[in-house]
């Protein structure tokens, strides 16, 4: 099984994606694409991880 290791400068709290590192709050990816779904985004909400890739099962 290959080792992701915690990319320190992005922080992450969606534990449901492949790239979060379970053990800590972190993503493994060297960079993401942050995009949005409005036309006129406003408040963060409006923003979305384009990187975001789901998991399946559970955190191992």
Do not use: A, W
């Not at 709050?25 to 408040?43: A, F, K, Q, R």
């Amino acid at each position: 099984m290959e080792e992701h290791k915690k990319n320190p400068c992005i922080r992450c709290d969606v534990s449901q994606c492949r790239h979060n590192l379970c053990t800590e709050h972190y993503c493994t990816l060297d960079s993401i694409s942050v995009g949005t779904h409005e036309e006129d985004p406003t408040v963060p909400e409006c923003t979305d991880c384009n990187s975001f890739v789901r998991r399946s099962g559970g955190c191992e």
